[in-house]
């Protein structure tokens, strides 16, 4: 009777339960997720390393002050508030209360001065360089962390991401060499889920931190990242259920259709809005004819864009407007005009000094569809009467190759993180085109007073000030042309449709399953 | 035979250091370094990060340096540090040998085993449809690409038909023990095993086949015909002891190269072996990495062919061995 009386209250209560968990909006603990990932990170140490996979999962682990919607506007993590003061030089952060590490220490403004200040000062060196506008870090209490700026630096606010930014606990590395830290094998943040097990060249294990802060989150218990090294392998894993995430990248581009037509299964290119990956082709200008305007816009005219967009990326993505991809803050569309139009590229060939020499063009090693990408601009820039070979490369050779420049055109794609200043301005500073690095001036555009604007903009406290300062330069460098930009790239995210949000903030999965959830059939 | 075997490994020895310098410097020829990929792939890199790692990595010095440093550690076996793994590189192809060997020591005696049989049975009847059938598979193994073997057989066993695993080498997060386990295993290295195995099988057939023709001609064997013995007999004591020494000689030669297939079957089928961690590395330039797995997969070579050399002689006692 007993057991009558409990199946007949279970089946009320599934009854009850069943309606409203079958709503989108209605969260449901537990389950494991199971995510791939390429290639297997090198070490899961966010303040050491910070190449893409590392930042997939460590996102998870670790966590930063702030999070960015799709808008990038920056809304609570480990600061629950923050104020800007009117001169843009002071920023005081409140922290949450009652945070622990996953080592149960507890989190405070300590650990956020030491990070910033002392651990990510001497490893990180995209962080490296925004510290050079902080005057001073003060801790008045465990709870408050305030920022001093030696000149307002625009940009700022944007810059308190896992990747960027990440919280590193003090007690376990203060004092410490932290590149020979033994506690870099079994990472501890304060991040929604806990390192569990790797094992390198199969999987990583993470599971839930069940002491996080933030009520009833996350909803997961464990995830798996499966270290699947092959393309198609990837997309069988995905086929067969045994993954239920394929982050953008994981398949070929001409797999995506095939997998998107599966039954239940979604796609979405949200979430790289703060990386705004945008492509384009260096173009050394070291070299003749290359040297010459009118050859540059030429072949910016010449590259048919939008095929590369349909026939290579699936239609994803955007075609590019100029230097700034459209997610970045200071976007602006109404650039001059660099659309394709091989009649235009024929007559600036024309009068150009173009003689008929051989362009080397510079392939991405990333997989065929950058590959056939090449192919096709080189066909492109035939029609209007240039030669071209391309040279192979694997990716330490194209490194290499592009750090001695030793090419003509070379493809190639940046992440923008969010801002000008941080991740658009490298590319065009004059002063930034010393060879020995694939990510600086590597065409070597040299224009002062491009230069001199850049450097204003980054420290004008006035977000209106800014935006028309940024329209400028766009201008400027669109019509200098110091490199062919491509499109702004697309890369699709495929899950499964009863796993929730997977991507809910503008990183997306590098710091995204804080809120996902599986819904039960 | 004691001595033929100590005169061997002395040789053996130099040999491999001659192996370990000539990598050395083909490795060092290659365009870009690890420090460079590592940079390359966080997108972002000042020339102090640069400069930091390299130090780090003792890529500073000059090469007969580095050099001289590699060298006397891999005497002691101290095959170095895997900066990009963080890792000792002994440990890490101590943990990833296991599942090459047993890969490819299941596809080995897989395609050996199986060879020799399809190619006595083919031998035995030639010119019947069996041997036309046979023949032509083999053919057919023969002249197809390993990767487009493998991918298909994904296709087919695990996408459509669901049978097999098509990756990995256990079920992730099953937790199985004991014979669960190894059930487990089993079933994952089917696919990449008979992969690997078809290729090799389709050698060891037509070489067994061509063999056994070859030998079933000589004057011997007519002689043991004319005595009146049974012909399962002839087949198996006077043709097919001598038919196997050629194929022994090539299986011994193939065995070191079936590492080479390992890399392409790890790498399609997510196999977590030593093929797969070389082929990463030298996508990385993770010099240590690879010249530690050249380091042993020459000296597996060097052990099978003298393990071939005292198989030789168990089988054909008149063969005499000399250092």
């Not at chain 1, 806990?194 to 996080?212: C, P, Q, T």
């Not at chain 2, 080479?260 to 030593?274: K, Y």
Request: aromatic share 12%; proline share 6%; with cysteine.
């Amino acid at each position: 009777m007993l057991r009558k009386i409990k199946f007949a209250a279970a089946a009320l209560a599934l009854a009850l339960a069943g309606p409203l968990a079958a709503q989108d909006g209605t969260p449901q603990a537990g389950g494991t997720l199971n995510v791939v990932i390429q290639p297997e990170p090198p070490g899961l140490m966010i303040g050491l390393i910070q190449n893409g996979p590392t930042q997939m999962v460590a996102g998870e682990i670790y966590e930063s002050l702030l999070r960015y919607d799709h808008e990038l506007t920056p809304s609570p993590q480990l600061a629950k508030s923050w104020e800007i003061s009117e001169d843009g030089l002071t920023y005081t952060f409140t922290l949450q209360d009652g945070v622990t590490f996953h080592d149960g220490e507890p989190f405070t403004s300590a650990d956020v001065k030491f990070s910033v200040d002392v651990f990510l000062r001497e490893s990180h060196s995209r962080m490296r360089t925004y510290l050079t506008h902080v005057e001073s870090i003060e801790t008045p209490d465990d709870l408050t962390v305030v920022f001093k700026l030696k000149q307002p630096f625009g940009p700022f606010i944007g810059i308190f991401e896992p990747g960027t930014a990440p919280m590193i606990p003090k007690h376990i590395y203060e004092g410490t060499d932290f590149a020979s830290n033994e506690a870099n094998n079994t990472p501890i943040g304060t991040g929604p889920f806990k390192f569990d097990k790797w094992e390198k060249g199969s999987f990583i294990h993470l599971v839930k931190n069940e002491a996080y802060y933030m009520e009833g989150k996350p909803y997961l218990d464990e995830i798996y990242y499966h270290v699947i090294p092959d393309a198609a392998s990837r997309a069988v894993a995905y086929e067969t259920g045994k993954v239920d995430v394929l982050p953008g990248g994981s398949i070929e581009n001409f797999e995506v259709p095939r997998v998107r037509d599966m039954e239940n299964t979604c796609i979405t290119d949200k979430g790289w809005e703060f990386f705004g990956p945008l492509s384009w082709m260096w173009v050394n200008s070291n070299n003749k004819p290359l040297d010459d305007v009118n050859v540059r816009k030429a072949i910016m005219h010449a590259v048919d864009r939008e095929f590369a967009k349909s026939a290579l990326w699936n239609d994803l993505g955007k075609v590019a407007t100029g230097p700034v991809s459209s997610s970045t803050r200071f976007y602006a569309s109404d650039t001059p005009d660099i659309s394709y139009n091989p009649e235009e590229a024929k007559k600036l060939l024309a009068d150009s000094s173009y003689d008929g020499e051989t362009i080397r063009i510079l392939g991405l090693p990333y997989g065929e569809t950058w590959t056939r990408w090449a192919e096709a601009v080189k066909q492109n820039l035939a029609e209007i009467g240039m030669n071209a070979e391309l040279i192979p490369a694997d990716v330490a050779g194209w490194n290499q190759k592009i750090s001695d420049r030793d090419f003509d055109l070379a493809f190639t794609y940046l992440y923008q993180y969010g801002d000008p200043a941080l991740g658009v301005s490298r590319t065009y500073l004059g002063d930034n085109a010393e060879p020995g690095s694939p990510w600086n001036n590597v065409s070597n555009y040299q224009n002062p007073e491009v230069d001199a604007m850049w450097n204003e903009a980054a420290l004008m406290a006035n977000p209106e000030d800014r935006k028309a300062a940024y329209k400028k330069i766009q201008d400027q460098i669109v019509s200098d042309v110091p490199n062919i930009w491509l499109l702004e790239l697309g890369f699709p995210t495929i899950y499964r449709c009863n796993v929730k949000n997977p991507v809910s903030t503008a990183l997306g999965v590098n710091d995204g399953f804080r809120d996902t959830w599986i819904a039960k059939e | 035979m004691t001595r033929f075997i100590l005169g061997r490994l002395v040789k053996a020895v130099f040999i491999l250091l001659a192996i370990l310098v000539f990598n050395f410097f083909l490795i060092h020829a290659a365009p870009g370094d690890p420090a460079a990929v590592m940079a390359g792939e966080a997108g972002a890199a000042d020339a102090k990060f640069l400069a930091d790692l390299r130090a780090r990595f003792g890529l500073d010095q000059p090469l007969y340096v580095q050099l001289w440093i590699y060298l006397k550690g891999a005497v002691q076996m101290d095959l170095g540090y895997s900066f990009r793994q963080q890792m000792p590189v002994a440990e890490l192809i101590g943990d990833r040998l296991p599942a090459t060997l047993l890969l490819t020591g299941v596809a080995f005696v897989l395609s050996l085993v199986l060879g020799v049989i399809a190619g006595v049975a083919a031998s035995a009847r030639q010119g019947s449809w069996g041997d036309t059938i046979i023949s032509t598979l083999a053919l057919l193994f023969y002249a197809t690409p390993l990767f487009w073997v493998a991918l298909m057989a994904a296709l087919v066993f695990s996408v459509w038909l669901g049978w097999l695993p098509g990756f990995g080498y256990s079920t992730i997060g099953a937790g199985y023990t004991g014979m669960a386990h190894v059930m487990d295993v089993a079933k994952h290295l089917v696919l990449p095993a008979s992969t690997l195995g078809l290729f090799f099988m389709a050698i060891y057939m037509r070489m067994t086949r061509a063999s056994m023709l070859e030998v079933s001609r000589l004057d011997f064997v007519k002689t043991a015909r004319a005595k009146g013995l049974k012909r399962s007999v002839i087949q198996r004591r006077h043709i097919l002891r001598n038919a196997l020494l050629p194929v022994i000689t090539l299986a011994g030669l193939q065995a070191g190269q079936i590492f080479g297939g390992a890399i392409l079957t790890e790498t399609v089928f997510a196999w977590p072996g030593i093929g797969r961690l070389m082929f990463e590395a030298i996508n990385q330039r993770d010099y240590n990495v690879i010249l530690g797995v050249f380091y042993i997969s020459a000296a597996m070579v060097l052990l099978f062919n003298l393990i071939t050399d005292v198989v030789y002689v168990i089988i054909d006692p008149r063969i005499r061995l000399t250092a």
